[in-house]
């Protein structure tokens, strides 16, 4: 009885028989007295002269005075007409007030508009002179014949309101389970998702508002799909990057106690270097679940750019000339200073300096660049390897490489990118790449300018 279709279909019942009931009503009295008065003008004298016999009367008397006497005995030859019931036969001069009335109840009193506009004209030379009116009762009796006509009329009334009131609830039916269809789809679907079912959709239809929410549902659930993907590869991807360090740390410790190696220098060593990866490893995720949580500890305020960034070109430069790669660093003149975390910032640079040299080959060239139009703009340009353009939209999740062997290669945790991304964005930023494979890399990233309205 709680379901949408069958509230629906009530309420179409109740909308079709208020509106049958009070439709059927007001034909019903309509018809019977307009018939009413149509029996009542048959069966005056009308046609047999009656008008004729008041319009001679005035032209000869040039007044109504005495015309109670004709239309008296035409009452009396009327088949009492004056008797209880039956229709009032009413005379009235051309001001529309009342000088005869058969049943002897309105004389003297005043015609109303609508009776009016239902009385029979009397004419004399032109001119109305008076009006004659069979004044009908809603109660009064018919001759057989016409209670009959009359009787049939309101049986075709009660089986056109009952046919009509049937073919519109049947059609409020339909109507309530076409509405309806479309939720209870998006209910199965929900309940799909419950069951962990995450590549149900439902099907798109029904009104705009419905197809609306339908399409808002499966953008929704591709989204969740998405991110329990992203999920459980996250889960297997840190299961990986812990299982690989301590697997190395636990057998060379076995070998060490089982004296399969000597314990020396460069053994402890290893193990130290692995030690550091895990530790790097967990303080990486741990920025990143920070970032997550909204709650990363930022320290923003006023950085100038050129020094902070041939700052950390310094640092990579002796790495680039081992690897016979020019560094070079351009930057806008009056350059205005940022918005951010001048630590944090570093580190994005350092992140990015360090891909772009990891991937470019000898001879190559990395660039940094920074503009500020209309807000600061960092670019890191590199003529590596270049990434392929099925992994370029994934290049800022974690843990993603876009090499299958999943390399560990110089310590990498594979959150580097992610971290930087994190970083920006909570600095009010944002970061984005461009790559040709064969011919380089172009990461950019973006800081609002010192002057602008930032909400911390």
Same mark, same amino acid.
């Given at each position: ?126 001119? %109305?002179?008076?009006?004659? /009116? ?6 009064? *009796? !018919?001759?057989? $014949?016409? @209670?009959?006509? #009359? ?124 030690? %550091?990866?895990?530790?790097? /490893? ?6 990143? *679940? !920070?970032?997550? $949580?909204? @709650?990363?500890? #930022? ?158």
């Amino acid at each position: 009885m709680n379901r949408l279709w069958v509230r629906l279909t009530l309420a179409f019942v109740a909308i079709t028989l208020v509106g049958v009931i009070s439709v059927s009503v007001l034909v019903d009295i309509t018809a019977s007295q307009a018939f009413r008065q149509y029996v009542a003008r048959q069966g005056i004298g009308v046609q047999s002269g009656m008008l004729d016999t008041l319009a001679i009367f005035y032209q000869q008397h040039n007044s109504w005075n005495g015309v109670a006497t004709i239309l008296a005995n035409s009452a009396g030859n009327g088949a009492g007409r004056g008797g209880r019931g039956r229709p009032a036969l009413l005379l009235a001069d051309s001001q529309g007030q009342i000088l005869y009335d058969d049943h002897a109840t309105r004389t003297g009193g005043t015609l109303t508009t609508d009776e009016r506009a239902n009385a029979e004209p009397v004419i004399v030379n032109g001119q %109305r002179v008076g009006y004659l /009116l069979i004044s009908t009762s809603a109660n009064g *009796s !018919l001759p057989p $014949a016409a @209670q009959t006509f #009359l009787d049939q009329l309101r049986t075709i009334l009660l089986i056109v309101a009952f046919v009509g009131g049937g073919l519109a609830i049947l059609l409020g039916v339909i109507i309530s389970r076409t509405l309806s269809a479309p939720l209870a789809a998006l209910a199965q679907a929900a309940r799909a998702f419950a069951t962990h079912d995450w590549k149900f959709r439902v099907k798109i239809g029904g009104t705009k508002e419905i197809a609306a929410v339908g399409s808002a549902f499966n953008a929704m659930a591709a989204e969740i799909q998405r991110t329990e993907t992203l999920r459980r590869n996250l889960v297997a991807d840190i299961a990986h990057e812990l299982r690989t360090p301590l697997t190395v740390m636990q057998g060379s410790l076995q070998a060490l106690l089982d004296e399969v190696y000597p314990l020396e220098r460069s053994e402890i060593a290893m193990l130290y270097d692995e030690a %550091r990866l895990l530790t790097r /490893l967990v303080d990486d995720l741990r920025e990143l *679940s !920070l970032a997550d $949580a909204g @709650q990363l500890p #930022l320290q923003i305020q006023s950085v100038t750019l050129a020094p902070l960034l041939q700052a950390v070109a310094t640092q990579f430069a002796i790495v680039a000339e081992i690897q016979h790669v020019q560094l070079d660093v351009e930057i806008d003149e009056h350059m205005p200073n940022a918005r951010a975390d001048p630590d944090r910032l570093s580190q994005v640079v350092r992140n990015l300096l360090s891909n772009a040299l990891r991937h470019t080959p000898e001879g190559g060239k990395v660039q940094i660049t920074a503009t500020a139009h209309p807000m600061i703009r960092v670019c890191v340009r590199d003529t590596g390897e270049g990434i392929a353009v099925e992994d370029q939209p994934h290049v800022f999740e974690r843990f993603y490489r876009a090499d299958p062997s999943r390399t560990r290669s110089h310590g990498s945790t594979g959150l580097g990118l992610a971290i930087c991304k994190a970083w920006l964005e909570a600095m009010g930023g944002s970061i984005s790449v461009e790559s040709v494979q064969g011919q380089g890399s172009l990461f950019c990233f973006t800081l609002p300018l010192e002057n602008a309205t930032q909400t911390q």
